[in-house]
């Protein structure tokens, strides 16, 4: 039986991780995900959970510790957000090539510089190639979801790598959302022991971790990793149908919202999509044909799925939240361009990158996009598909 509560997106991964009690933490603040160490820490003090909860004195020793745990046996989870997750950069690659299935909370926030402490995906979307899984949330309630569904991916014997469970700094973060809340046991039930098969303390088979990678065994080592992202795919939407069928609320790769006849169409990821809703639904009143797909999982990437859902239409949005400086538009863009390209009716394409730096993205943004779709159309040709808006000048 649900519960239902009223909690911001920090509190929610927090409770989230208490359900859960991983063996470990790694902790360190950094705005504006240090609400999800805090709520945990007030957890631990109340005995109402028995994880080792480790203070440390840097991002870069927060992740050093949960690789360490895991490597060890244990379950470990921590949170950051920017600069923060930047300080773990050399980590993250070791996660993953170690193949531990670490489970982070990333809180996403723009990238310094210049300094700024608001919402975009300069930070995750700058590790989308660090071997991670990645997950994003529209709201509080997917933030809850997705933390509970990324330990059974993550942990998967036939996936073995760790997630990253992204939700938007600010607006989901802190931002109080009415949320179903699951009870404990069925929580524990769902996300089940972590039992890896080798592990450091496992005195059965003594193992080393990270050892050197000599030239003729260290491609090998990445084919299996790339085997493991592929693997992954089948093992989210497993769990995310079991998910469904033990609380309720059904996932997938991305959601598509009144794409069935829709002429053109917006993709993007994260809160954002509750103002592209809210766009095509007014539009739609209008007699407009629109659509909208919002991105869930990022890594790995769904291009034939993405491919299937956008087959339809006859010109596509593609929405960065994050710059990427190719001249040549953002880490969406591209990943669903190249989706796209073997398709036999194949959509004009145009990328517009937005929102950096909590930059805000308005209905009257959304409709000028699909006004702007509409003259593509009109034209037969999308250029220039690198595009910028809400900029000022």
């Not at 509409?374 to 910028?388: E, L």
Request: hydrophobic share 40%.
């Amino acid at each position: 039986m649900s519960i239902r509560d009223r909690l911001s997106g920090n509190e929610a991964v927090a409770y989230a991780m208490k359900q859960i009690n991983p063996d470990v933490m790694g902790a360190f603040p950094i705005t504006p995900s240090t609400e999800i160490p805090q709520y945990f820490a007030q957890y631990v003090a109340n005995g109402e959970v028995d994880t080792e909860y480790v203070t440390v004195e840097s991002e870069h020793s927060s992740m050093s510790t949960c690789i360490g745990a895991e490597a060890a046996g244990a379950r470990a989870v921590t949170a950051t957000s920017s600069c923060g997750m930047a300080l773990m950069w050399e980590l993250l690659y070791v996660a993953s090539s170690y193949r531990l299935p670490v489970t982070l909370a990333l809180v996403n926030r723009a990238l310094t510089g210049p300094i700024n402490i608001n919402n975009d995906h300069s930070d995750s979307m700058g590790a989308r190639d660090a071997g991670w899984i990645q997950i994003y949330a529209e709201n509080n309630q997917e933030a809850y979801d997705n933390f509970l569904q990324a330990m059974p991916i993550g942990e998967n014997p036939d996936v073995r790598l760790p997630v990253m469970v992204c939700q938007d700094g600010f607006i989901t973060s802190h931002a109080v959302e009415n949320i179903e809340l699951e009870e404990d046991a069925a929580v524990k039930e769902f996300v089940g022991e972590y039992n890896p098969e080798h592990y450091l303390l496992k005195h059965e088979n003594p193992l080393a971790v990270g050892p050197y990678g000599v030239s003729p065994y260290y491609m090998e080592a990445k084919m299996a990793q790339v085997q493991a992202m592929k693997n992954a795919k089948k093992v989210i939407l497993e769990v995310a149908e079991r998910f469904e069928k033990t609380f309720g609320r059904k996932y997938g790769f991305f959601e598509t919202y009144r794409m069935e006849d829709a002429e053109t169409a917006m993709v993007l990821i994260g809160s954002s999509a509750g103002t592209a809703r809210a766009t095509v639904d007014k539009l739609r009143a209008e007699g407009r044909k629109v659509g909208m797909i919002k991105i869930r999982v990022f890594r790995p990437f769904p291009a034939e799925e993405l491919a299937e859902a956008l087959s339809g239409v006859k010109a596509v949005a593609i929405m960065d939240k994050a710059e990427s400086f190719s001249d040549n538009g953002g880490p969406l863009f591209a990943d669903t361009r190249a989706a796209l390209y073997d398709l036999d009716n194949r959509p004009l394409t145009v990328n517009y990158v937005y929102g950096l730096g909590g930059r805000d993205f308005r209905v009257e943004d959304a409709t000028y996009i699909f006004d702007e779709l509409d003259k593509i159309v009109a034209s037969g040709s999308a250029k220039p598909y690198y595009r910028h808006i809400g900029q000022r000048g």
